[in-house]
């Protein structure tokens, strides 16, 4: 008996010490040591995430929160030099940079889901959209059953990719998914005429087509698939969570968010009231 005890203990032992390292240490002790906090942008989520053509530096509505919020966390830490370490992602890559440990902090245009919320933490929410189509101009339908069988580009490894999905399986929509890398695929193409039309979340549907576009003219459809409540996504740790959102209530609460919100979206006019609810419940007091 005792034998088996201390073979018990020795592989407990050797079990604790094959671990991770990482597994128990908290986001903020990571930061705290490294003094570099790792924070993940899309290459061409405009608005929200992106890189210019001149300096291919992270851009965007997004990132400018994730940078208020490295601000924060520098002087919760006391790290006047924090570093911000900016690491590509995409839309399929973005989930797996977070659960590696590869991006503390996603900074994109990611939808908060309770099936994503299984595996990963989001920060309060900081956008609201919803899904719809893209057309040529003068070619927009007067009803989705007008491009019954016709091609739609859609990104995958998203929200819209998925609803589109299930539309298409439950026969609600009868298309035909082209399935894209990412929205500069997506918005060629609609334009060389390979797609009908391009799927995504309908305020990064507009920036695109006014970006990418090109000199062409476009059409956004009326019709809205999904309610696509966005968040800054991490991995679980409460600790990590709560100084994100610290920084995002403080902002809302302030009114701040109305300048990063101006620099951003001020070319595609008002942002409704929705979104300004939004932040009003959102401005959590401390």
């Not at 005792?2 to 018990?8: C, G, M, P, V």
């Amino acid at each position: 008996m005792i034998k088996r005890t201390l073979i018990a203990a020795g592989l407990a032992v050797s079990l604790m010490v094959a671990l991770p390292s990482f597994a128990s240490e908290s986001t903020l002790s990571k930061i705290k040591q490294s003094g570099t906090v790792k924070m993940g942008y899309r290459e061409n989520s405009i608005p929200f995430s992106f890189v210019s053509d001149d300096n291919k530096k992270p851009r965007g509505y997004s990132v400018e929160l994730c940078q208020i919020v490295a601000e924060d966390l520098a002087r919760q830490l006391n790290l006047p030099n924090l570093e911000i370490k900016w690491v590509p992602v995409t839309a399929q890559s973005r989930f797996e940079a977070v659960k590696n440990g590869d991006v503390d902090l996603e900074c994109g245009n990611t939808t908060q889901t309770l099936s994503r919320r299984a595996e990963f933490d989001f920060s309060v929410m900081t956008f609201v959209d919803g899904a719809g189509l893209l057309y040529r101009k003068g070619e927009k339908p007067s009803s989705l059953e007008e491009i019954k069988g016709q091609r739609v580009a859609v990104v995958s490894g998203t929200t819209t990719e998925k609803t589109l999905d299930n539309l298409v399986n439950n026969a609600k929509i009868g298309v035909r998914l082209i399935k894209v890398k990412d929205h500069d695929a997506a918005i060629e193409a609609l334009k060389d005429k390979t797609a009908t039309a391009y799927a995504a979340d309908r305020t990064v549907l507009i920036t695109t087509a006014i970006v990418r576009g090109a000199g062409q003219a476009f059409d956004l459809g009326d019709d809205q698939f999904s309610y696509e409540p966005y968040g800054l996504m991490m991995r679980r740790d409460a600790d990590f969570r709560l100084a994100v959102d610290r920084t995002l209530s403080r902002l809302y609460r302030s009114g701040e968010i109305g300048v990063v919100l101006k620099r951003w979206f001020e070319p595609l006019g008002n942002p409704g009231e929705g979104l300004k609810v939004m932040f009003m419940l959102n401005g959590l007091p401390e």
